[in-house]
């Protein structure tokens, strides 16, 4: 037993990293708009400037983790397509002071992003990831999981925002930077061309510090 306990020590040890690595998957390796491509509309389509994008970002972020909270206490017993539409219900309620709320700290943005504020009630992180993956783990390591996922797509949703104002305007935030007028950078297709720029380089750095993290792993095992 003494010469076991350090073994299992170590196995515990793995699980335990293997497990919090997992739950930074929303960041990088599942980004929902860079890597999975599953919340791609808001950002190609209304994330034109800096606050439309933080509006974005702030708005998915407390709809995603309150609806997926909320709705984790819904029985499983329960026909998964009434599970879908109280999502949604749910949804639509925490929409409303989430919207109040950022009416408040933006004024006019929230209009300004039309159709694409509501839309977020069933976003594809809710209906995709809920079933296949939130809720197969405890409620809390749940929450961190989704957490980092929304914290990814509010990453990418800012910065294509700031990045498409400085190209479209020549400012970040209403701050005049530099001497741009690239106006079809705010129309959609422009926000395609700049998500396919930003995932195909975060694709490539991704496998690139992937399989240079997987030489180093042989090559230590080789030196032992």
């Known amino acids: 037993m003494a010469q076991q306990t350090p073994q299992l020590k170590k196995l515990k040890e793995k699980k ?6 997992s739950l930074l998957d929303g960041l990088a390796k599942q980004n929902v708009v860079l890597m999975t491509g599953i919340v ?5 389509i209304a994330a034109t400037n800096l606050k439309k994008g933080a509006v974005l970002a702030i708005a998915f972020t407390v709809i995603s983790m309150l609806t997926i909270f909320f709705c984790s206490f819904v029985p499983k017993k329960i026909v998964y397509t009434l599970r879908v ?3 949604a219900l749910v949804g639509s309620i925490i929409y409303i002071p989430t919207v ?4 408040n700290i933006f004024p006019r943005t929230v209009e300004l992003l039309g159709i694409y504020m509501p839309l977020l009630i069933t976003n594809s992180l809710i209906f995709s990831k809920t ?5 197969l783990r405890k409620r809390g390591e749940m929450m ?3 957490f980092f996922f929304t914290v990814g797509f509010g ?7 700031a990045l498409r104002e400085l190209i479209t305007v020549g400012s970040i935030g209403g701050t005049k930077l530099a001497e741009l007028n690239v106006t079809a950078f705010e129309a959609p297709f422009g926000g395609f ?3 396919g720029i930003m995932a195909g380089a975060f694709r490539a750095f991704y496998n690139f510090a992937r399989n240079r993290r997987i030489k180093q792993m042989e090559e230590l095992k080789n030196k032992q």
């Open 193 to 195: 061309i700049m998500v």
């Open 85 to 87: 539409i109280m999502f």
């Open 16 to 21: 335990t990293f293997k497990l919090n690595r």
């Open 144 to 146: 961190i999981d989704v």
């Open 40 to 44: 791609t509309a808001p950002v190609v």
């Open 155 to 161: 990453a990418v949703c800012t910065a294509v925002g």
């Open 131 to 135: 079933e296949s993956r939130f809720y």
């Open 100 to 103: 109040i709320m950022l009416e």
